[in-house]
């Protein structure tokens, strides 16, 4: 049942109390986070990336991309040979840091080759496409949730192979600064036995660390995280197999190197580390910029064409291959095992790695964005060029160019829609993969990129069936870190364009010449499409983003006002408000009433109808949640539903207890009642009189009404709810009776009421009064509703919730129940927790828990800030409801 009062505390908390307790106060509290949160590390990401671009540009401004290309092209064959084997055994290596985080935390649950394949192919991605911990986390979630690993379990595995590749850093930076510290950047400036002590500094903590960990179990404790360590073997077994990945990764790149670089290994592996930790923080795809500015700087390879091309073959070799290894083994394995002859056991492994399928794509669909705007900034060949114009006018070329800029652009945007699933996002990339080898074609003869768009497209038709979800939305926007990761990738490409054409003499007439060798005002005229389009993509991003209309009117279906009428659940009524969306049952006789906030769907309690918790309609509700691709979430669920909803996968956070009392034993009697009695008396004694207005006599009071409801709201410095409560609108008032209570003629309270069809419940929804009504007209009225209730054969009175009563403060109790009893027992200065149960304490009544169900994991906390923005616009406000 979800809490549907707004009663006020009798007692007076004081004027602090006021002021902390208004919504400008809380705004001021949570309003900077909740604003800068989403986009605090993007920005540190775009930041990142503009300081790449300066130090690219600074470092390579004496370089021909030219001479690069050529440089790349005489690469001896026997070292890229080398370079691809050390690849396979970083690979190798990467793959032991799940194989011991698995054996830590679930031993004998995942196969060994389980877990070092995901092992490997995590890395694999997470190298591509940046986001480590998310994207190869993502990958991790969707094999080890398949066999049946708990996500508490799964996250524990992340952050054991995390802090591995952490502890492999460390050992790299602690053995380049003692084997030659002289030479080592920043620390070469300084004594060099500065650096050798801070070498065998870090060695020996590490050391300290193996045999600490070789005395009994441990547990790494981060705030409210734990994360079980490995043994001294299992540490070991991931810092030699450390060694090995950073090795032989830097190694891929060092054999590259020409022999003009003559830095030692030991400091060439030591600024490898470096330049990764830079990549890893900026939100370019696998630090694309970040780590070559790294390298350049940390290295002095400016000047140096041979060098260049050295980590251009590096980036295909160890970032772009493995990539397209691990891509084309999950799509092969999805093809095989969709075939009919294959086993069970195989076409049950393809059901759990089909959820790759989206994010793979998706992760191909951004590198095709990217190599269109690669190739539309820089040259293309004169040969071909010759040879197009020829076949083609002019103005086609030049609008084939524009166009294939804007389909990059657009394959960067979109790839998150695929990411998602979404259907639209399927139709219209399939739209752009055609286009884009089109204007390949067009733009100047570049049939591999056309190749590859094809490719991608037909990739996409065999797998039509994982794109299913439709949002509500549409597309939507974009997610601040992806928005970041597109600016980042336009400002590389951008920049890349310039320092092709360093060379040529930029003036305002540049951007006005159309020829057919004409390569730079092509890619001006293409920087502003790119700039135009990215642009739109951000104010797209920051206008919509989280966007809710709560007063927005509904159509609301002829059936449901006969099912509300006919319901014995009470709170059926909130249909009647024009606020929410219907999802009805097949026969027409039952409803799930929702709306949309941020990424969730949100439920109002669960099915109303002839059968109260319909089994079949609850989980088509979780079904359309998932096709729109949001989060499901219901909110107010009484205990006796929580096994449905816990069997799809979510988990229920107590909100509070509902405060119901017993009609058949309440009166006026006994000690304990003496406050009521006091207020009835002292109302009659005042002359206020109790009055219960019929439906159809309600309309020509509202003009008092609302007199009466406008003076409360500015009496409490707040606005209207909705959703979980009804808010004062005409139309709805004027479907429910109302009580009032009069000072001679006029009304100075009034509250609408909520009754069951079987009588076996009745409650209030809005319930205000004016200022300068007595202290007691609360006390008051809810007596008399009792009273009321009694006289008409009703088994129950709902006072509503009083919020976190009822969690528990137990250390062994969820993160939830120990916050929000904390929050129940510290937080009299934001509210009086306390003092509402209190209150309601007064009529004895029989406390009920209710729920919010919702997805496990860090969407838990999204739903929280959803459902608490859907009803009343401020975080703060989910625990005043």
Request: glycine share 8%.
């Amino acid at each position: 049942m979800t809490s549907k009062t707004e009663l006020t505390v009798p007692s007076d908390p004081g004027p602090k109390a006021d002021m902390l307790r208004g919504p400008e106060a809380r705004r001021q509290m949570f309003g900077f986070w909740s604003r800068y949160q989403h986009f605090a590390m993007p920005v540190a990401g775009v930041v990142i990336a503009a300081i790449t671009v300066i130090v690219l540009q600074r470092f390579l401004s004496d370089l021909s991309l030219d001479h690069v290309l050529e440089s790349a092209a005489n690469i001896p064959g026997k070292h890229l040979m080398t370079a691809l084997a050390l690849t396979v055994v970083s690979f190798a290596a990467i793959a032991f840091y799940d194989v011991v985080a698995v054996e830590t935390i679930a031993p004998g649950r995942i196969p060994r080759i389980v877990s070092a394949t995901v092992g490997a192919a995590g890395c694999a991605i997470s190298n591509a496409l940046g986001f480590s911990l998310l994207t190869g986390g993502m990958l991790r979630y969707r094999i080890y949730a398949g066999e049946g690993i708990a996500l508490s379990d799964i996250g524990r595995i992340i952050g054991t192979s995390w802090l591995a590749i952490w502890f492999a850093f460390t050992v790299m930076i602690a053995l380049g600064l003692v084997l030659d510290p002289a030479r080592t950047p920043f620390i070469d400036q300084l004594d060099p036995r500065l650096g050798l002590a801070l070498g065998i500094l870090l060695i020996l903590a590490i050391g300290f660390l193996v045999g600490w960990l070789s005395r009994g179990e441990r547990t790494l404790t981060v705030g409210k995280i734990s994360i079980r360590l490995p043994n001294s073997r299992g540490a070991l077994t991931q810092i030699i197999a450390g060694l090995v990945d950073v090795c032989a990764a830097a190694g891929t790149l060092y054999v590259l190197m020409p022999d003009t670089v003559t830095t030692s290994p030991a400091v060439f592996t030591l600024v490898f580390v470096m330049a990764t930790i830079i990549g890893i923080a900026s939100h370019a795809p696998g630090g694309l910029g970040a780590f070559e500015a790294s390298m350049i700087a940390g290295l002095g390879l400016g000047s140096n064409p041979d060098a260049i091309a050295a980590l251009l073959a590096f980036r295909i070799i160890y970032t772009l291959l493995p990539f397209l290894v691990a891509i084309v083994g999950v799509l092969a394995f999805e093809i095989y095992a969709s075939h009919a002859h294959v086993s069970q056991r195989v076409r049950s492994a393809g059901r759990i790695l089909e959820p790759l399928v989206p994010p793979l794509i998706a992760a191909t669909t951004f590198f095709g964005g990217i190599m269109l705007l690669l190739s539309s900034s820089i040259p293309g060949a004169t040969e071909r060029l010759d040879l197009l114009s020829d076949l083609l006018p002019l103005p086609f070329i030049e609008v084939s160019h524009l166009a294939a800029s804007f389909v990059g652009i657009a394959m960067l945007i979109l790839a998150r829609g695929l990411a998602r699933r979404l259907q639209q996002a399927w139709a219209a990339s399939l739209l752009l993969f055609i286009l884009g080898a089109v204007f390949s074609i067009g733009k100047g003869l570049d049939w591999e990129d056309a190749m590859v768009l094809l490719a991608m497209s037909a990739i996409l038709i065999g797998f039509r069936k994982s794109f299913y979800r439709r949002p509500i939305e549409g597309v939507g926007p974009l997610s601040w870190g992806w928005l970041a990761s597109v600016i980042s990738i336009v400002a590389i490409s951008i920049w890349l364009g310039f320092f092709s054409y360093r060379n040529v003499e930029y003036s305002n007439q540049l951007f006005w010449q159309f020829a057919v060798d004409g390569d730079a005002p092509r890619f001006l005229r293409a920087s502003i499409v790119i700039l135009i389009a990215t642009a739109a993509a951000a104010l797209h991003t920051a206008v919509n983003r989280n966007a809710i209309d709560r007063k927005q009117r509904i159509e609301i279906p002829p059936a449901v006002g006969a099912i509300v009428a006919s319901s014995n659940v009470t709170h059926a009524a909130l249909a009647m408000l024009g606020d929410k969306q219907f999802l009805m049952s097949p026969d027409g006789r039952g409803f799930i009433m929702y709306a949309r906030s941020g990424g969730s769907l949100i439920a109002l309690g669960g099915p109303i109808g002839p059968i109260e918790g319909d089994t079949d309609l609850a989980w088509a509700f979780h079904d359309l949640a998932d096709r729109s691709a949001v989060r499901t979430a219901f909110y107010g669920v009484e205990p006796g539903h929580l096994p449905m909803y816990l069997d799809m996968g979510l988990v229920a956070l107590k909100l509070g207890e509902v405060a119901r009392v017993d009609l058949a034993a309440f009166n006026l009697d006994g000690a304990r009642r003496q406050p009521l009695r006091y207020a009835d008396r002292r109302a009659e004694k005042d002359g206020l009189v109790f009055e219960v207005v019929k439906a159809y006599d309600v309309p020509p009071l509202l003009g008092e009404l609302r007199a009466v409801s406008d003076a409360w709201l500015e009496m409490k410095a707040g606005s209207e709810k909705g959703f979980s409560l009804g808010y004062f609108e005409e139309d709805y008032l004027s479907k429910f009776d109302i009580a009032v209570i009069r000072r001679q003629t006029r009304i100075i309270a009034f509250a609408n009421l909520w009754g069951s069809a079987d009588k076996s419940e009745l409650t209030i929804d809005l319930m205000r009064h004016v200022p300068d009504a007595p202290k007691i007209v609360m006390d008051a009225l809810l007596t008399r509703l009792l009273l009321h209730g009694k006289a008409q054969g009703y088994r129950w009175f709902n006072l509503g919730a009083a919020p976190l009563s009822g969690l528990s403060a137990s250390r062994l109790a969820s993160r939830w129940n120990r916050f929000g009893s904390f929050l129940y027992r510290r937080g009299q200065n934001l509210y009086r927790f306390d003092g509402l149960k209190a209150f309601k304490d007064k009529f004895d009544p029989v406390w009920t828990p209710h729920y919010l169900v919702c997805p496990p994991g860090l969407d838990s906390i999204r739903s929280l800030f959803d459902v608490t923005a859907l009803i009343s616009g401020s975080p703060l406000e989910l625990i005043r409801k």
